[in-house]
């Protein structure tokens, strides 16, 4: 294995945080002493009430996880007022436009007031510590302003992908039962606008918690405002002063909500609390990004995403970075847009998803070379895993060879990165999120939750605690102990499968549970598959990941119609518009088969694995059918595969 090994380039390895030995280091003392390692690493955050008690978890029974439970602090104090004396005309957020004309630069004083003057709108509005807001808006700076000011009172935000439904932004204001709504009149992707104001309107209808909706005004479309609880951003909060008193939060207070699809039922609501998730977003940022002091840093996912949460806002902004907030799409108004705005900005470090450099590899090496990328030092890669072509292109072509990549292993219950090279101490390979960091203490388990050791492949487990995981569902702490903890007693379980090869170098292999995970967004196929049987015509649907070239997996959805209704092209198109309308466009089904019965055990179990294997045309793999009630349907299936 060791001849796919890129070595780590003397330039690159100048002036790094953490060098091999370094990291030698930091890995033995964590397991050795994880409790003066935690304690020192605390130290790059603001506290209020610097944290005595350091690492109190317990992986057995109920589950317990608390990281620095004496400590007091406020994120925003870490993000933004101890920057002030320091850097507080250095730029904190670049702002890129949609449309390559529109863009801003903020710096940290004038964030600060800005985030002071909403959460003092907040707090006039009614607002106080532990209440929660839901935050529905596009790539915006007032998405940063919007999550730092929650901070700053103390209210837990759960922010909701702007290309989420109304019906899916209603589920989530429900489950949280938010006070209040954050928006703006539209957003605008590629060229196009989306009406978040009307999409909220029409969640609201069946949000009685909530009581006011703050809309900030981004494309001057013309909305709806409702009298009493409608309010435009800047009539709140021009008025209100530009300081305003951080709310002193335990540690263990929770920072943020973020839905996240499960293999069963309805969105859980992560939860994340306030001083371990920020010494994470601030660890893993500065070591994975090697970030340097004046850097121009760029992700470009989406602050709905965990990636928005930890690594356009909380991380890069403890670290006093200036962050990149990008509210285009890739290909608009061409696809050399990301290299356009990287000479533009000189950004320094780039992160973004294996499906968009997929998706850009297809146009050749063209539109890349036409701009000089002369800035670039990182690659980052997270979401997905990356195969070895894509992961060459963006190392080759991109970064010239210059740049290391780094492939990110993590998830949205993590908080932050867990596996991944460090670029001036870790040799990468094409297509390995290689090893842990630092204080990550990953293992391979075989179907009965035996360790294997060695080269071996298995289901990805996380053996111990980092500080910044989440520490339960938020209203349901039996589904957290029952998702993550249940499967392999003792151990935390990511869904994630896993190979390990004998550098110790670690490869995902994909989700193991019914989750797919489609152009780096995670879906739970039981929620597609609710969405498909609530339209009248349907009787049941199944559905599975196939294989697709640019996202990684598509979605293919078998479908059974009720007795006596025609399955027609019309009404294929009827089920595709109406996913996209219960979920999102996000969710659309790439293939729909019409499955006049679908492969059952005898006790009802539909069996997805021959599912899976008929979308992907593995037809030769099916494997042994004698088990199903009627083995027939599997021929009929085979048959009329689509595609
Ligand atoms: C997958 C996104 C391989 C994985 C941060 C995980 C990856 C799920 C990688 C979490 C990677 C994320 N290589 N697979 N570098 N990064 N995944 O919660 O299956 O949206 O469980 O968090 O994405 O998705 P989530």
């Given amino acids: 294995m060791s001849d796919d090994l890129i070595a780590v380039k003397p330039a690159v390895a100048a002036g790094t945080h953490v060098d091999a030995a370094r990291h030698a280091a930091m890995t033995a003392e964590a397991i050795a002493d994880p409790n003066g390692f935690w304690r020192r690493e605390a130290g790059r955050i603001a506290w209020m009430t610097t944290p005595t008690q350091i690492k109190d978890v317990d992986f057995t029974g109920d589950v317990h996880i608390r990281w620095y439970a004496d400590g007091v602090l406020n994120a925003s104090v870490s993000c933004l007022d101890r920057h002030l004396a320091t850097r507080g005309d250095q730029v904190a957020i670049i702002w890129e436009g949609d449309d390559p004309a529109s863009d801003a630069k903020i710096t940290y004083r004038e964030l600060h007031a800005r985030v002071c003057r909403l959460a003092n709108a907040l707090r006039a509005q009614g607002v106080k510590k532990g209440d929660r807001v839901t935050i529905y808006l596009p790539m915006i700076v007032e998405a940063a302003v919007a999550m730092l000011a929650c901070a700053r009172v103390g209210a837990v935000h759960s922010i909701v992908f702007g290309g989420f439904s109304p019906d899916s932004l209603a589920t989530r204001i429900q489950e949280s039962e938010s006070t209040i709504l954050l928006t703006a009149d539209e957003g605008r992707r590629g060229g196009r606008k989306v009406a978040l104001k009307a999409n909220a309107d029409e969640a609201l209808k069946s949000c009685p918690t909530i009581t006011s909706v703050i809309v900030a005004r981004n494309t001057g479309g013309a909305v709806e405002m409702q009298d009493g609880r409608d309010y435009w951003w800047s009539d709140v909060c021009d008025s209100q002063p530009a300081e ?143 195969n070895p072509e894509a992961w060459l292109w963006y190392y080759r072509v991109v970064g010239d060879e210059r740049c290391p990549v780094v492939d990110t292993w993590w998830q949205t219950e993590t908080g932050g990165i867990l596996i991944s090279p460090l670029p001036g101490a870790v040799a990468q390979k094409p297509g390995s999120a290689t090893l842990p960091l ?116 598509g979605i293919y959805a078998y479908v059974t119609l009720k007795t006596g209704i025609e399955p027609t092209d019309a009404l294929k198109k009827e089920l595709i518009a109406w996913v996209r309308k219960e979920i999102g466009p996000i969710a659309t089904p790439d293939a729909i088969q019409w499955a006049p019965g679908l492969p059952k055990t005898r006790s009802g179990k539909i069996m997805r694995r021959i599912l899976r294997k008929i979308a992907a045309n593995e037809v030769d793999g099916i494997g042994d059918t004698s088990t199903l009630a009627d083995p027939t349907v599997v021929t009929d299936l085979v048959d009329n595969r689509v595609g």
């Fill in 438 to 553: 630092p204080g990550v203490l990953p293992a391979l388990v075989d179907g009965e939750g035996k360790l294997m050791e060695g080269a071996a492949e298995g289901n990805l487990v996380l053996l111990d605690a980092w500080p910044g995981m989440m520490r339960t569902v938020y209203g349901d702490h039996a589904r957290f102990v029952q998702t993550y903890f249940s499967t392999f007693p003792g151990m935390y379980f990511t869904g994630d499968g896993a190979r390990r090869d004998a550098d110790g170098y670690y490869w995902i292999t994909g989700r193991v549970d019914d989750v797919i995970n489609v152009a780096g967004h995670r879906m739970g196929t039981a929620e597609i598959e609710s969405a498909l049987v609530a339209h009248t015509k349907v009787a049941e649907a199944a559905v599975v990941g196939m294989p697709h070239d640019i996202k990684g997996q």
């Fill in 244 to 386: 305003c008193m951080p709310e002193p939060m335990n540690a263990e207070d929770p920072l943020f909500i973020l839905y996240t699809s499960g293999s069963t039922g309805k969105p859980k609501g992560v939860l994340h609390t306030t001083g371990g998730y920020m010494v994470w977003a601030s660890y893993t940022h500065e070591l994975v990004f090697d970030y340097r002091p004046g850097e121009v840093y760029w992700c470009t996912a989406d602050v709905g995403w965990v990636t928005g949460h930890t690594y356009i806002v909380y991380g890069p902004l403890a670290n006093g970075a200036t962050t990149l907030m990008f509210e285009g799409v890739p290909n608009y108004p061409d696809v050399g847009r990301f290299w356009q705005v990287v000479d533009k900005h000189k950004v320094n470090i780039f992160y973004t998803a294996p499906t968009a450099i997929r998706s850009l590899m297809r146009e050749g090496e063209a539109p890349v070379r036409k701009h000089s990328r002369a800035s670039l030092r990182i690659l980052g890669s997270v979401g997905e895993p990356i």
